[in-house]
């Protein structure tokens, strides 16, 4: 049996897309498969873990969970937009700095949580930070070195670079 497929447009870290896919299919396997944009990982498949976190239209969710019919006319932010022109973004940067980037597994997942976070506070007490990226597991359990890239970059005032940025 063959299962229909639809078309859907979105946006993905600024450029439009445009696929053909089965609705249901997870958002994580669109990006994955069929965008080629593999950054995003699957940890869990469950929505535990966070691996595959991603924002869309601002919120930040695990795609795993999210059938590609939902993010029709949505505006995705993947790890691959972090980066700009070549320049690693702030939040990057420290995560090379501070160790947080370990196996690599989580990395993409708590990149997308601390930039929600920063996003929505600026300057967040490492409670906060804690708390921000509470859904999103580390399975190295090196939460410190991740906690304390944010931290450095929070410190660095690195909450929306791209901001400063001409696109």
């Given at each position: 049996m063959t299962v229909p497929s639809a078309t859907i447009q979105f946006e993905v870290n600024g450029e439009d897309k445009t696929v053909c896919v089965p609705p249901m299919k997870r958002l994580l396997d669109v990006l994955r498969e069929d965008l080629q944009l593999t950054g995003t990982k699957e940890g869990c498949g469950e929505g535990e873990c966070g691996s595959c976190s991603v924002r869309m239209n601002g919120e930040l969710v695990n795609s795993c969970l999210v059938p590609v019919m939902q993010a029709e006319a949505a505006t995705i932010e993947t790890v691959e937009g972090l980066a700009h022109e070549g320049v690693l973004h702030p939040l990057q940067q420290a995560f090379l700095?501070?160790?947080g980037a370990q196996c690599g597994i989580c990395t993409p997942g708590m990149l997308m949580?601390?930039?929600?976070?920063?996003a929505h506070n600026p300057q967040p007490s490492m409670a906060e930070i804690r708390e921000g990226l509470a859904g999103n597991l580390c399975r190295c359990t090196g939460f410190i070195r991740i906690f304390e890239s944010v931290v450095?970059?929070?410190d660095a005032g690195s909450?929306?670079?791209q901001e400063?940025?001409?696109r």
């Open positions: 700095q501070f160790g949580a601390a930039k929600h976070l920063l450095s970059a929070a909450a929306n670079p400063t940025h001409a």
